[in-house]
């Protein structure tokens, strides 16, 4: 610190040599002063401020390295000569793009959605479209989109295709962009040496990501990755790993599952013995269907369900949980398990029975609800559309009983495993039980078919035409809106878009209607604009 | 040009046809009527962007102009070159008389000063030489004491200071006195950067007893520095004029007492000079103009006068504005752009702020330091000051792009760049 510095921090009255120097010619300058100490030390600071800020430098040497550069081993600090230009190309620059930028229009039309939160939902729509129309963001929405992209995952996937070559490069320098690089990286391009590194030091998430690419390209590799760690992993970890082999999990898998099941952690026996269930030929499968074949009988058009009394240890290795949660008798919830382990389609095969005709049969039955549940579970499970199907509609019939045997949320569940046309006729049968369909709604792909939106709208009109306030129906509807504005097919948009006839009575729900309808027809509006100008 | 973010979005509702009638626009102006809680008349003049609505909002402009402009921009077919209606005619014939009366007030203060004027100007001078003469007992004493002792003074110990500054007639110092409040404990070398405050501040007010051995020139630094402002009118009788095509590189803006002051930069194309046009904001009341930043326009700026002339008025406009789409006529060295900092600071010791137009700039992010860097083509590099510069960084794509940045001898903060032929506004977060 120069003299001129300490001085003037301790003080020139606490001071007996009051030295004021700067070290730099401005002395020269400050010896000619005359006066009090206090003023020549401040005129002499002055003249030194300025001095400093007149000599002002560029730094040569930039610290650090930013991670391309230090990748490349290319040191940005070195620098030619003064007035030499550098001729090298420079390891920072992206490339040049194959995807053509989008229009001014486009591009206003796109901050928009970025900008504007009642827009947001669109933008996946707006991406589709930028991709098929081989497209690009623009430079100077890259930050936006990839900050918005970073919180909200749903508009990532969308968003990979139209980076263009700027977005990847850009989304190198951020660490909380990192995920676009992540998620570009095709399982062929895995470099083994990096990756292996990653699955040693990363972080759990980015070791994640690593590993269901690896597993997806190399399942056997993974495999014995995982085999190597395993005893070192957290259970966390164990279980999340273990989940992912469910990418291209084979018979293969068996002995280190098998290995896997006798964990100290229930959650990773679980996982095991779900995916051991899912290798139809393994040990445990088998011994699930045996001891399943115990638990239900079915002759002459009767049905007789025997859960077990205790629960033997061989059954409690094989995954079969021995606590039953509140409410919940274990006998029941010991053959709920079991159930969800045995595929569906065995019942059938083993009676000779439809699914419908054996759900039929349990109608009857004092343990109905448990093996509702557990075929429920074993039709999600083994991916059984004729099982959905035959559940589906036990399902609809449920109103006439007390208490219904499953939930709205699995229902949802089984609809989504129907195809589309079956979903929009299961749907279409609901209504005008706005409470029961609303919901199943989500079980649609958000692509609606023309059909159905044209039906959807005109129910919607009927229905707010009616103005049935106290249907106490409103609420489904208005939920029922918001996804309408972003499923309907364009080819509804102009059925959507003819003026509504709003009630005007009880003023609250006139004013419901209107702020649902003003969304729909907002969203519209832009999803129009979307298709006009981004081609 | 938007006051705030919500007006912007408020704004975008807006521009779209089905909310406006009886649209048009003419060579001097753009019109329309729009649909809000009545109907509003919005109109915009062209040359200056000015808009004028007959809503009642507070802000400026309001939704309702900027939904005009956003319209004609994006769906130009929808507003058709037309003749005037009769409420755009009698106004812009207002706008013209008011600008006509400006003029005659120009006119009339090249008149000499009035007795009376005489004497209130000497009372002020006596006023200022006192305050002055306090001040300068303050600084003695503040090294006498020792800065250390200053970490733990309240704010009030500065706006006590600042206050008599005020009182004195002198709101130049005062400001100065402000700005010092901030920098005890700011940062590890704040005793250094507090010392050099105090050290430029007693320079100043030597200077200003000793005014009569300066050059003209810096006379006139000097007693703006201090407090004695310049009448935008006396700027544009007397100033110097400069006529050229004028390009709106872009806008800071930084909080003063009771607001905001905002500062907007110019380039001269041809003069290659600087202009920076200051508006002040007060208790949240608008900016009075807004620029067309990004776009260039042939303008007369008049100069405050002084060694080194930087803020300026808009004398006369000429023609519309353009978007700016060519290079940036700029230095291409750090190494020039320094040379001319220093040559300026030989002039003007107190100049604080300076525009920076480098070509060939490539924007550099050490992740590490988390520091922001400005690269010339020479590999030279000056910090940029703290901040997210990802839209610059995008901008770029780690190629040579031209750069405008306003450098305060420590720092460069980023006005806009010239990228792949178009030029784009930087402002700080919600600004745009």
């Known amino acids: 610190m120069e003299r001129i510095v300490t001085t003037a921090i301790v003080g020139t009255g606490q001071i007996q040599l009051q030295e004021a120097s700067t070290g730099t010619p401005v002395d020269a300058l400050a010896a000619q002063l005359v006066g009090e100490q206090e003023r020549k030390l401040l005129l002499t600071a002055g003249a030194w401020s300025i001095y400093r800020r007149a000599g002002y430098c560029a730094r040569a040497n930039i610290d650090g390295f930013n991670p391309v550069q230090a990748l490349s081993g290319k040191d940005i600090g070195s620098r030619s000569h003064p007035g030499e230009k550098v001729h090298t190309p420079n390891p920072n620059e992206s490339s040049e793009d194959a995807l053509a930028p989008c229009s001014p229009r486009a591009t206003h039309l796109l901050s928009m959605l970025l900008l504007q939160h009642q827009y947001k939902p669109l933008l996946p729509e707006a991406l589709a479209r930028m991709q098929q129309a081989q497209l690009r963001i623009p430079h100077a929405l890259l930050p936006l989109v990839l900050t918005h992209s970073t919180q909200d995952k749903n508009a990532r996937a969308p968003l990979l295709p139209v980076l263009g070559k700027r977005g990847q490069w850009l989304s190198r320098f951020n660490p909380a962009w990192f995920w676009v690089t992540d998620s570009l ?21 980015q070791r994640r990501a690593l590993f269901q690419r690896l597993r997806a390209a190399e399942p056997a590799r993974a495999r014995a990755w995982l085999m190597d760690v395993w005893p070192q992993e957290k259970a966390t970890n164990k279980g999340n790993f ?49 001891r399943a074949e115990t638990l239900l009988n079915y002759t002459h058009g009767t049905l007789t369900v025997t859960p077990p009394h205790t629960l033997e240890l061989a059954w409690q290795k094989d995954g ?130 023309h059909q159905f939106g044209e039906r959807y709208l005109q129910l919607l009109r009927e229905y707010i035409r009616s103005s049935q306030a ?36 009880p003023a609250w729900y006139g004013k419901l209607c209107k702020e649902a309808i003003t969304t729909l027809t907002t969203l519209i509006e832009m999803r129009k604009r979307i298709i006009e100008e981004i081609n | 040009m938007a006051p705030d973010a919500s007006s912007v979005k408020a704004g975008q509702k807006l521009g779209l046809v089905k909310h406006w009638q009886n649209l048009g626009q003419s060579a001097e102006a753009l019109w329309g009527e729009c649909q809000g809680s009545a109907l509003y008349q919005v109109r915009v003049d062209l040359s200056t962007l000015s808009i004028q609505c007959s809503c009642p909002s507070r802000k400026q402009p309001c939704k309702h102009g900027l939904g005009l402009l956003l319209l004609t921009a994006n769906t130009p077919e ?48 006596a006023q200022v030489a006192a305050g002055i003469a306090r001040l300068d007992l303050w600084l003695n004493d503040l090294v006498r004491n020792g800065l250390g002792n200053l970490a733990s003074q309240p704010a009030t110990f500065w706006e006590q200071q600042a206050k008599q500054m005020v009182d004195a007639q002198a709101s130049g110092l005062a400001a100065r006195i402000r700005r010092m409040a901030a920098i005890p404990n700011a940062s590890p070398d704040w005793p250094e950067r507090l010392l050099s405050h ?101 303008l007369e700026l008049a100069y405050w006068p002084g060694s080194a002339p930087q803020r300026a008025l808009i004398a006369t406009r000429h023609g519309s504005t353009t978007p700016q789409q060519t290079r940036l006529p700029g230095v291409s060295t750090f190494h020039a752009f320094l040379r001319d900092v220093t040559a300026i600071l030989a002039r003007q010791p107190w100049q604080e702020r300076f525009l920076c137009t480098l ?36 901008l770029s794509g780690g190629h040579p792009i031209d750069f405008a940045g306003e450098w305060n001898g420590e720092t460069l903060l980023p006005l806009g760049v010239l990228a792949d032929g178009a030029y784009h506004v930087l402002l700080k977060e919600e600004e745009a």
């Open chain 1, 185 to 205: 990286k095709d399982a062929e391009d895995l470099q083994l040496d990096t990756a292996k590194i990653i699955w040693q030091e990363g972080t759990s998430e």
């Open chain 1, 242 to 290: 273990l989940a992912t082999l469910n990418i291209n999990l084979s018979a293969e898998d068996e002995p280190f599952l098998e290995q896997a099941l006798g964990d100290r952690s229930s959650s990773v026996r679980g996982t095991a013995a779900e995916l051991l269930a899912n290798i139809t030929t393994s040990a445990l499968s088998q011994r699930m269907r045996a």
């Open chain 1, 470 to 505: 106290h249907s106490n129906q409103y609420y489904h509807w208005v939920q029922s809106v918001n996804l309408a504005a972003i499923a309907l097919s364009p080819s509804n948009f102009d059925l959507a878009l003819i003026p509504w006839e709003l009630p005007a009575s």
């Open chain 1, 320 to 449: 079969i949980v021995v606590e039953p949660p509140k409410h919940v008798g274990e006998r029941a919830f010991w053959l709920g398990q079991v159930l969800a382990k045995v595929p569906p389609q065995h019942w059938a095969q083993l009676f000779g029975v439809s699914p419908a005709q054996l759900i039929a049969a349990a109608k009857e039955n004092e343990w109905e609800a448990t093996l509702i549940a557990g075929w429920l579970h074993a039709t999600t499970l083994y991916k059984q559309q004729e099982w959905a199907q035959a559940l589906w509609e036990r399902w609809l019939q449920q109103s006439s009983d007390t208490p219904p045997p499953f939930d709205t949320s699995l229902a949802t569940q089984l609809l989504s495993m129907l195809p589309q046309q079956d979903i929009e006729n299961a749907i279409l049968q609901l209504t005008p039980n706005a409470a029961g369909w609303s919901p199943a709604l989500t079980a649609l792909p958000c692509a609606w078919s």
């Open chain 2, 198 to 298: 105090c050290g430029e501040l007693a320079l100043l007010t030597h200077s200003y007893q000793h005014i009569d051995q300066l050059a003209p020139a810096l006379q006139e630094d000097v007693r703006q520095l201090v407090g004695w402002t310049r009448k935008e009118d006396e700027v544009l009788a007397t100033g110097e004029q400069v006529k050229d095509t004028w390009i709106f590189l872009g806008q800071a803006t930084e909080p003063i007492e009771r607001g905001n002051a905002q500062r907007t930069w110019l380039l001269g194309t041809q003069s290659k000079r600087p202009a920076l046009l200051l508006q002040f904001s007060i208790a949240g009341s608008s900016y009075p103009d807004h620029y067309p930043l990004g776009a260039r326009q042939q």
């Open chain 2, 78 to 125: 929808a507003v058709p070159v037309s003749d005037p209606p009769e409420w755009i005619i009698s106004w812009l014939a207002k706008r013209a008389a008011v600008s006509k009366r400006k003029e005659t007030l120009k006119a009339k203060t090249n008149a000499e000063p009035s007795v009376s004027q005489t004497k209130t100007a000497e009372k002020r001078q």
């Open chain 2, 359 to 394: 070509c060939d700039a490539i924007p550099q992010y050490d992740a590490a330091s988390n520091q922001w860097w400005l690269r010339d083509s020479e590999g030279l590099a000056l910090p940029l000051t703290q901040g997210e510069h990802w839209l610059l960084l995008s």
